[in-house]
Structures are given as C-alpha cells and as structure tokens.
C-alpha cells in the first residue's frame, strides 16, 4: 500500500513535470528570463555601486548577501546532521561495548 502511493506520487509529479516542457521558452531566445534587466544593471552598475574592482565578488558580497548566507547556512547545518549522526552511531556502539561488559 504504501508503496503504490509512492508510485502515485512520483508518477504525478512526473507528468507534471514532462507537461511543463512545453511551455518553456526556447534556448538563447532573447526574450527569456535570464536575459533580463537585472543581470545588465549588475554589470553595468556593480562597480560604481560598491566600490569594488571584482564585479563578481560585489555580486555574492552585496547584491546576493542573503542568498549566500542562506546557502551557507545549509552546508552549516548539513555538515552538523552528518557530524552529529556519525558520531552518534559510534557512541551508541561503545555504550554497548560497555553494557555487555558489566
């Protein structure tokens, strides 16, 4: 039961995504969202806007602050889960170690 409704599931968001593909707009046309104005303004304004000679590093630093602080705050936390289950699997194998040998 549970199962089939994974299948279910997967296999609906499955057509919904195929059915997506159609409305996407074709490859390098101009008038698709990444070439907008906000990527020509960061360009174009970067510099005079931040002081800064790296337009690159103005863009992560300033205009994408909290989108970067947000990804690292989920490497953070991710590194933590698996630091934290690691170590939890060995303390449970020595507190074992030390009941059977009471």
Known sequence: MKKSFVVFVL????M???SSIPEMPPM??????SFNQVSEYYISQAIADTNTPNVIASIITDYRA???LGETTV?????TAVISVLSGKKMTSIMKREDSNE
């Open 11 to 14: 296999g609906g968001l499955l």
């Open 16 to 18: 919904v995504l195929l």
């Open 28 to 33: 390098g046309n101009v008038n698709n969202p």
């Open 66 to 68: 909290f989108d970067t």
């Open 75 to 79: 490497l953070f936390t991710s590194i």
